[in-house]
């Protein structure tokens, strides 16, 4: 569960004991608190140990207290996802459904949104959260692979994940996504644990996780995709008994969420949602939090005690290694239903189906292997980071030129994990790191780049330039020779759809026109583009946009935050915005006016825009026509905090 759907303490309890175990916890969907990616520090800056624990007569020796999650979620909302909190795992799981409520998004109450979990999210406490029930960078199985080489680019280190549901026809889903080359993918059950899902959900949506592991473990066989990948299932397994029945139809791995929190002391209210848990562990109200009692040793104890009984089932099975017993169904029977008057008309004999490879093909039945990503054919492997190395290494300012090609995908990115690797979200200071291209860039140009690095492109760019940005900036204007022929940048498309999906801080500048959803989730990013397509700002939480140029459909829905600024000379706006969330206004107090006028000269200056520098050169007339796109939300907290401001001063 993610941290925000339950308190900092539950969620540091579950990962210490992980670690301590040589286990993996899941921050979920919610990002990660930069604190903890190194162990606790005393006052005297010595690392802290955990002391020694003797656990079913077995001592276990002092360890680091380190609150890591050792797995990062990436899930639709793309909440707290920097170039810092990639870097920091070991697994990169892309959650493209919940087996709780498949189907659908995921919301965090503004009551639930304090100080500590919008910082950590990079959104405005008080507002609610949506995570959109697709990821808008990912509608086909080449999409997701897209955004599997992203992550990994951006930490070549962890195995890339991507979280299915238990469905009928996942195992087909699953054989795309292996051939997409994610490392592991997990089959999630209909039973997992999340209090805030709809009852709906709960009681009708997915299939038992028996039933999704066993198909994807079968459709893989058959395809000889089996051995490139790790296969993990959760959903209610809580005894060593559910752990050898996974491993039996096929997992290597297998995930627990409702049992050790339990074990930290869940008693089930099922009030997640509410804030109002009794024991702590699913509210963020200070007082409830204290509530919470428990310890790290409370899971590690409960997971010795799984561990034990699996070991008597697998020496009753005769097994002495685990890997040997993944995927042998054979040594599974059905239960006799014949005397019930229901499930005896029922033929599961599906599930322990054991099938063969494609001829040619060894039969594998657990990972043996792995994906091969290509990554040392990247331009940040070849070119960037070499070049970069002075900066890297002392702060040098480093400037270069080169060309691009389409087929250079995700340019930046692990140049990107580097500055964060050694100074995290902070990064570089500004322009440390400036490459200018030339051609055409290949998808998520500037994917998740990082505070200090500039990349300037004369050319084109394809789908999701400044994806997760995380402090960087961008800028793409036409090539000279097309000018020199009056190419107009203003009326024609220069960049793909769904730039600045999530973006967290940084700056964009795109001299003509962008495909759709525009800066969909964009936590804290400045933008100026010349005109959009549909469902521009669409999920937006933060950040300042400018439009000098025509906006398509649904602009702005699901807006909660940030400021969007459009210049509407024709008027067209109020029948092409959602008014759902947000409301139209004039852009006349002081800040507004100082944002877009800075925005639109940084956008002169990076670009050259004619169109900037006409509106500027006409200031006070062209200001007229600007059109600012508030959240109601936004406003109404913005109005609560400047009350408490000036109450404080009185």
């Keep these: 569960m993610s941290l925000g759907s339950i308190s900092s303490e539950a969620h540091e309890n579950l990962a210490i004991a992980m670690n301590y175990i040589g286990g993996k916890s899941n921050t979920g969907e919610g990002g990660e608190d930069p604190r903890r990616f190194t162990p606790d520090k005393d006052a005297n800056g010595k690392t802290m140990v955990t002391p020694e624990l003797t656990i079913n007569g077995q001592k276990l020796e002092a360890r680091p207290v380190l609150r890591r999650s050792a797995i990062k979620q990436v899930a639709s909302g793309r909440f707290g996802v920097t170039n810092e909190y990639l870097i920091n795992a070991d697994e990169l799981q892309i959650k493209m459904a919940q087996g709780a409520k498949p189907g659908e998004g995921g919301q965090l109450p503004g009551h639930k949104v304090d100080d500590y979990i919008g910082g950590i999210r990079h959104s405005t406490p008080g507002v609610g959260l949506i995570s959109p029930p697709p990821h808008h960078d990912i509608y086909s199985i080449e999409d997701l692979a897209q955004l599997i080489h992203d992550l990994k680019n951006s930490n070549p280190a962890a195995r890339v994940s991507v979280k299915l549901v238990s469905e009928v026809g996942v195992g087909t889903v699953a054989a795309g996504v292996a051939k997409a080359k994610a490392d592991h993918i997990l ?5 997992g644990g999340t209090g805030a899902s709809p009852l709906t959900s709960i009681k009708y949506a997915g299939i038992p996780w028996e039933m999704g592991i066993s198909e994807t473990q079968q459709v893989l066989v058959m395809n000889g995709l089996r051995g490139r990948v790790t296969l993990q299932t959760d959903g209610q397994i809580k005894t060593g008994r559910d752990m050898a029945i996974a491993f039996l139809l096929g997992a290597d791995e297998v995930g627990l969420s409702t049992a050790p929190l339990i074990a930290s002391g869940c008693i089930m209210m099922r009030v997640c949602h509410l804030n109002t848990c009794p024991v702590g562990i699913a509210t963020q109200d200070p007082e409830l939090r204290k509530k919470f009692s428990g310890k790290p040793e409370h899971v590690i104890n409960f997971m010795f005690f799984l561990a034990e009984e699996l070991r008597e089932i ?9 890997e040997d017993m993944i995927g042998r169904v054979d040594l599974l029977e059905f239960e006799d239903v014949s ?27 657990r990972n043996v292997g792995g994906q091969n990503h290509g990554l040392e054919l990247s331009l940040d492997h070849l070119h960037l980071i070499p070049l970069a190395k002075p900066a890297l290494e002392s702060g040098q300012k480093v400037v270069a030129e080169l060309p691009i090609k389409n087929i250079n995908r995700t340019v930046g990115t692990t140049l990107s994990g580097e500055i964060a690797k050694k100074y995290g979200f902070k990064g570089l200071p500004e322009d440390t790191i400036t490459f200018k291209f030339k051609g055409h860039a290949g998808q998520s140009f500037g994917c998740f780049g990082a505070r200090g690095l500039t990349l300037l492109l004369e050319g084109d760019a394809n789908d999701y330039v400044g994806k997760g940005l995380s402090g960087g900036k961008i800028a793409i204007y036409p090539p000279k020779e097309a000018l020199d022929k009056g190419f107009k940048a203003e009326g024609n ?9 999530g973006a967290i801080a940084g700056e964009v500048y795109i001299r003509g026109v962008a495909g759709e959803r525009f800066c969909v989730r964009n936590s804290g ?14 999920y937006m939480t933060g950040g300042r946009v400018v439009v000098i140029g025509s906006v398509g459909r649904n602009f702005a829905a699901g807006m909660s935050g940030g400021i969007a600024y459009v210049y509407d000379d024709l008027g067209q706006l109020p029948r092409l915005y959602n008014s759902e969330m947000v409301s139209l206004e004039r ?6 006016v100082a944002t877009i006028r800075r925005l639109l000269e940084n956008h002169l200056k ?25 959240p109601n939300d936004y406003r109404r907290v913005l109005e609560q905090q400047a009350k408490q401001l000036a109450e404080k001063k009185a």
């Design 339 to 365: 005397y019930h008057w229901k499930a005896k008309h029922l033929d599961l004999s599906v599930i322990l189906h054991q099938p063969k490879p494609p001829e040619g093909f060894p039969l594998h039945l």
């Design 606 to 630: 990076y670009t050259d825009s004619p169109v900037a520098k006409a509106i500027l050169a006409d200031w006070e007339n062209e200001l007229e026509h600007f059109v600012k796109v508030m």
């Design 587 to 592: 852009p006349d107090k002081p800040e507004d």
């Design 314 to 322: 697998m020496a009753e099975l005769g097994f002495s290694k685990l």
């Design 187 to 191: 089959i999630s059950g209909d039973s």
């Design 525 to 538: 990013a400045s933008a100026v583009v010349e005109g959009t397509g549909d469902h521009g700002c669409e």
């Design 493 to 501: 498309i220069i960049a793909g759809n769904t730039l600045c999906y």
